[in-house]
Structures are given as structure tokens and as C-alpha cells.
């Protein structure tokens, strides 16, 4: 009698802690038992025993719950992704990811190699992938986005009637509203050799001066790079198409940075800087324009072919300023170089850390400088480098500068880093007067697009995301996802001009991501005073 009390009491304790093994028939009652047998190293919880035992059971028997229980088991599962696990009713285990998808459990195994399928990284990626398929959703259905609380085209346009905004500051908030609601369009790039173009993954772009042409680097699949000038005076909407002009030139070897060169006129060259390769050296090449077949035809005349055996070049600029004509200068290991292309002089100035970024003030003879070590100096070029003055001024970042960028004032300079920081100095009081957050980089080389006359400044995470902020405030206005699946491998290259295809050109963003060749161009939604405003 006693015994049988018992076991009553038993079941009845067993059917309180899982309802669903309380409603199971014997065959399930023996899959629970053989689940229950796990082993004690395994730290399964009772509520892990159940959610497993409960998904047995259907998986074994195919029985169908009663609508009660299929709603209360709906409620309980997450939506998507094992970050929001913590959320359900599920506890986080060691060594175990939960699927809310399939609302059962799984063992993380350890390593990297072909044989698990389920690691913490292929997790991360999956989550990633997700969110990233969500915005663009959101980027396609979703026409027209706030970028400040309060703020859109009707309530700007009467602010500016009532008088309560100035012109500087109405230009600025309707442009930030243009910028916000860009539309992605696919280009369609023509060339002389199509079954290249649906091979050779874009490596980098940089459009010239006034942004009617766009230099390429291409990853050719057989190894290597390539080069090519885009002509962008036929990007116009509806329909956008432009022309990619290639010439033989190839190189096995990396190229690790790239400028506009002004030599005989305006954008005439295209500076680059290879890495040396085996017994080969490194090297800065001067490469005409002209090369590339009716890139501006009339204009061009047969330019000059130079080359500057550099060794360990990581960045090059060219100087624009007439106090510094004709000279390029080169970040080595430990060394700046200053190269006039027609004498052939060289200026050298030594320094503590590898130069990763460069960049030359228009209106006074200054070098800015930054390192690996995480230093921003600038060099007075009007001091020779062996006197002691010639350093004008330095800051300092937490971690190595990929970036340098000054503004037209050349009292300001942008800066950042591989900690994913950017920030905006004084540089005659040496002070952070401003940060852009959101940014993200580990490692990677990552160039910033400072467009003062737009008042934003662009750029491309690690993460392969493009964001874009105001300058005035640092206002994240908009953060635009990648069109194909993120990839260290795969971040996009962007351009942004405000006059893309010319002066009579529109404003727009281009993007280079693998193949593909992407416009996002100025949405046409908003009135047209509000458009006149932003010219005047």
C-alpha cells in the first residue's frame, strides 16, 4: 500500500516539473527516461530537460499538441538569432548554443576545422547575416527615414519661411535629409572584355578631382591586380551605365596605396605604391592617365612613365601646393620620403613608427603624418630634416592611424585608427574637439571621406557597413549595409561626390563591393524647394 502511494506521488511530482512528459504515453515516458541519462558533466539544467525531452517526444511519436500548448510553446521561442536565447525561458548553458528555430540544444564542439559544423564563429556569422538581410529590406521599403527627432522636409521648409533657421544651417539639415533617403541602384559597367568583368572583384576606387573619372584596382582570379578608369559622365538615373576603360598593365604584387598625381595637369597620373615581392623591391609608379584608352579625349597627351625604387612604401601623397611642386612624398618603416619627380631629389626625415597615412596642406607647406605607434606629427617642409624644428606639431591616438584627412581651414584634422576611433583635432591647441562613434576596425586599413562642402564625412567599418555622419555635430546619419554577404575579405569601397559624372553632375555615393558596381543617388521624393534651397 505504501509503495503504491509512493509511486502515485511520484508521478504526480514528475507531471508538475514537465507538463508536456506528463501528457506523454509510455513510449515517450521511455525516450524522456533514456534523455534524462545524460551525462553529469553535461551541466543539463530541468528546464533544458525539458525543452529537449519535449522535442523528443514530437520528433518520436508525431503527436500534435493541443492548441493550448502549441501557443504557449510559440510564446516561449525566441525569433531568430542565440543572442536573444537569454530572453526565452531557456538558460544559457557552457558549451551548449540553443536554436530558439528548432527549440532544442546543441553542443558547441572546439576547433576550427571542416568536421564541426556549429562554432561560435559560423554562430556570429549567421547573426550577422540576418541583420544584415533585415536592413536591407528596411532600406529598400522604407523611402524616407528621420535622421533627427523632429525633423523632415515640410518642418525644415517651414522653419526656414518662419526665419528660425539660417541659410548655413538650413543647407545642412536638408542636405542631411537627402543623404538619409539615398536609393541603391545597380550600375551596369561596359567594357571591351565582359567575361572580366563578371571575374575581377573590386579591390579599391578613387574618383579624381571633379569626380567624372574613377580609378580601379581589381583582383584578378588568377592572382594579382589589375587596373582601369571608369568613365562616369553616363551615370545618370533613370538607366545607369558607365564605360570601363583597361589597359595591360599587371601586377603580381600588392598595392597598398593610391592618389591622384597632378603633373602635367590637373589629375594627370595615378600614383601608386607596390610592396616588394621576393627579390623584387618595392616601388612608387607614376602610371598616365592617357594610358587608358578615351578617358578624356583632346585633353590627354602621351604622359610620363616613372618609377621610384622605394623600399617598404605603406602610403604616398601628392602635393597640391605650389611651395611643393612636382613632389610626392612616401611612408616607409620608420621614414618619411620626399621625392621631387622632375629633379629627382630626395628629403628624407626619420621617425619612430611605420607611416600608414599621409596627407598635404593646400595653403602651407605641411606634411601630416600617422603612425603605427598611434602618433600624428607634422612636418614643416620648409625646415631641412636635419634640423630640429622640423616637426610642427604631434598628437597622439591609442592605437595605430589609418587615416589622415585635413580640412580646408588646416586648423582641423580627422583622424582614425585601428581601434575603430575617429576623432577631429585642434591642431594648434592639440584637443579633441569632436568624436564620431559607431565606426568599427580591428586591424584592417580603412580610408576616411571628409566632404566639407556637403558637411559629412563617410566611412566603411570592418563590419562591411558604410555610415555616414554629420561633421557640424557628429550626428550618425545613416548606416547603409552591404549588398553582399559580409566578409573581411569583402569590405565595399565607396566615393561619394557631389557631382558625380561631371559638374553638371548629381550627388550621389558610388560603391565597389566583388563585382558589382553600386549608385546611391539622391531620392527625387522631396519637393523642389526644398532642392533649391540646398544649391543656393
Not at 576611433?421 to 591647441?429: E, H, N, Q, S
Not at 558637411?455 to 549595409?481: E, F, K, M, N
Request: charge should be positive; include cysteine; aromatic fraction near 8%.
Amino acid at each position: 500500500m505504501g509503495r503504491s502511494v509512493w509511486q502515485s506521488r511520484r508521478r504526480r511530482e514528475r507531471s508538475q516539473q514537465s507538463p508536456a512528459l506528463g501528457q506523454s504515453d509510455p513510449s515517450e515516458r521511455q525516450v524522456s527516461r533514456s534523455g534524462a541519462g545524460l551525462p553529469s558533466a553535461a551541466l543539463l539544467s530541468s528546464t533544458m530537460l525539458s525543452h529537449t525531452c519535449a522535442r523528443l517526444s514530437e520528433d518520436t511519436t508525431g503527436t500534435s499538441q493541443s492548441p493550448q500548448d502549441s501557443s504557449h510553446h510559440d510564446a516561449e521561442a525566441p525569433s531568430t538569432s542565440s543572442s536573444r536565447a537569454g530572453e526565452s525561458s531557456a538558460p544559457e548553458l557552457p558549451g551548449f548554443y540553443f536554436d530558439p528555430e528548432k527549440n532544442r540544444y546543441f553542443r558547441l564542439l572546439p576547433g576550427h576545422n571542416n568536421c564541426n559544423p556549429l562554432t561560435k564563429e559560423g554562430i556570429c556569422h549567421k547573426e550577422m547575416e540576418s541583420r544584415r538581410l533585415q536592413l536591407l529590406h528596411q532600406e529598400d521599403t522604407q523611402r524616407k527615414k528621420i535622421t533627427r527627432v523632429g525633423f523632415n522636409a515640410s518642418s525644415i521648409l517651414r522653419k526656414n519661411q518662419l526665419g528660425l533657421l539660417n541659410i548655413s544651417s538650413y543647407c545642412r539639415l536638408s542636405h542631411e535629409l537627402r543623404v538619409s533617403c539615398m536609393e541603391r541602384k545597380k550600375v551596369e559597367i561596359q567594357s571591351s572584355d565582359p567575361s572580366a568583368l563578371a571575374s575581377d572583384r573590386f579591390n579599391f576606387i578613387l574618383a579624381d578631382t571633379s569626380s567624372d573619372r574613377l580609378f580601379t584596382v581589381n583582383d584578378v582570379k588568377i592572382g594579382g591586380s589589375k587596373y582601369g578608369i571608369i568613365n562616369l559622365q553616363g551615370l545618370k538615373a533613370p538607366t545607369f551605365k558607365v564605360h570601363m576603360h583597361e589597359n595591360l598593365y599587371f601586377t603580381n604584387r600588392k598595392v597598398n596605396s593610391v592618389c591622384w598625381a597632378s603633373l602635367s595637369h590637373l589629375d594627370s597620373h595615378i600614383l601608386l605604391c607596390l610592396m616588394g615581392l621576393a627579390e623584387t623591391p618595392g616601388c612608387a609608379t607614376l602610371l598616365p592617365a592617357s594610358l587608358f584608352v578615351s578617358t578624356h579625349q583632346g585633353t590627354d597627351q602621351p604622359g610620363m612613365l616613372c618609377s621610384f625604387r622605394i623600399p617598404g612604401a605603406w602610403s604616398c601623397a601628392w602635393s597640391q601646393n605650389t611651395q611643393v611642386d612636382n613632389c610626392f612624398s612616401t611612408g616607409l618603416s620608420r621614414r618619411v620620403l620626399l621625392t621631387n619627380v622632375v629633379t629627382g631629389h630626395r628629403q628624407s626625415y626619420g621617425t619612430n613608427s611605420d607611416v600608414l597615412a599621409q596627407q598635404f596642406a593646400m595653403k602651407t607647406p605641411i606634411l601630416f603624418n600617422g603612425c603605427r605607434s598611434g602618433e600624428i606629427f607634422a612636418i614643416d617642409l620648409r625646415s631641412p630634416s636635419q634640423a630640429k624644428g622640423w616637426k610642427a606639431a604631434h598628437i597622439f591616438h591609442d592605437s595605430a592611424v589609418t587615416s589622415v584627412r585635413v580640412l580646408k581651414e588646416e586648423q582641423y584634422l580627422m583622424a582614425s585608427d585601428m581601434a575603430g576611433k575617429i576623432k577631429l583635432w585642434d591642431m594648434r591647441a592639440s584637443k579633441c574637439v569632436r568624436q564620431y562613434e559607431g565606426h568599427v576596425n580591428e586591424y584592417a586599413y580603412l580610408p576616411l571621406h571628409v566632404h566639407e562642402e556637403e558637411g559629412i564625412l563617410v566611412a566603411v567599418g570592418q563590419d562591411c557597413y558604410t555610415r555616414i555622419w554629420s561633421l557640424h555635430d557628429a550626428q550618425l546619419l545613416r548606416t547603409i549595409p552591404s549588398p553582399s554577404p559580409t566578409s573581411k575579405a569583402n569590405i565595399p569601397s565607396v566615393a561619394f561626390s557631389p557631382r558625380l559624372g561631371g559638374p553638371r553632375g548629381s550627388p550621389g555615393l558610388l560603391m565597389a563591393v566583388q563585382q558589382d558596381l553600386y549608385c546611391f543617388s539622391y531620392s527625387s521624393s522631396y519637393p523642389s524647394d526644398l532642392e533649391e534651397g540646398r544649391w543656393k
